[in-house]
């Protein structure tokens, strides 16, 4: 799944027909527990987890897998040149980091030629809005422009959940100079099974406003 509306990858084939999986080299990054992981494997794909996060891939260890977890920085992939066909990200490493540019640059130096990066985040007009289910959320309530990160602190200040906020133009020049090419930007529509709400999301705001943005990149077939 590419975030809480539930479009689905074999649906969407945003890394290609699952068919052509098969036999892939495929990165992870912001793996979490490793759900993309465990289908891509499923689809005869060789999967790479990774996660700065090493409770997360515990659980992915206690869930169980025949691919390799990797415990790293997404800014500092330990990787050399060219190691990878594909890479993905759904809601994972990109909202959380100060230098979104730095991850992109590593990601496009680690794909071979012609490799596709997906990657899915909050879409950003959200953050002019509420986090909130209901009615509430539906007025703006903040500067779309306004690129201050949200934080939550614990008891004693220290910052234990930060989000940065990126406009869709940001995402795009960020892209653009990692010297990737973005061949899409996916904006999926609540699909009328869904009937689920949790935390901000809803069938009454994913009617009307965006939540998730795919951007499916390329590296150039040419050395770049």
């Known amino acids: 799944m590419w975030g809480p509306e539930g479009l689905d990858e074999v649906e969407a084939e945003l890394l290609g027909p699952p068919e052509e999986l098969k036999g892939k080299d495929v990165l992870e990054i912001g793996a979490g527990a490793a ?3 465990r289908w891509l494997a499923a689809q005869g794909a060789r999967p ?8 997360q891939l515990q659980h992915a260890l206690r869930i169980g897998g025949s ?21 993905c990200s759904a809601y994972g490493a990109l909202p959380f980091v100060a230098d ?26 959200r953050w002019a809005f509420p986090d909130e289910p209901g009615p509430e959320g539906l007025t703006v309530s903040a500067s779309y422009f306004d690129r201050t990160p949200y934080v939550e602190q614990d008891d004693d200040g ?5 989000e940065h906020h990126r406009t869709l133009g940001d995402r795009i020049r960020d892209i653009v100079a990692s010297g990737l090419r973005l061949v899409d930007l996916v904006e999926p529509e609540w699909p009328s099974w869904n009937t689920a709400e949790w935390g901000g999301w809803s069938p009454l705001r994913g009617n009307l406003i965006p939540g998730t943005a795919i951007y499916v990149c390329e590296r150039d077939r040419g050395r770049d």
Request: one cysteine or more; hydrophobic letters at 50%.
């Open 35 to 37: 759900q993309c992981s």
């Open 48 to 55: 790479v987890a990774l996660d700065l996060s090493h409770r």
């Open 67 to 87: 691919f390799p977890l990797v415990c790293a920085d997404a800014g500092a992939l330990p990787f050399a040149d060219e190691s990878f066909d594909l890479a």
């Open 100 to 125: 979104p540019a730095l991850v992109l640059r590593e990601v496009h130096r680690v794909l071979r030629p012609g490799g596709r990066f997906v990657f899915s985040a909050t879409h950003p007009i």
């Open 158 to 162: 220290r910052a234990v959940y930060v």
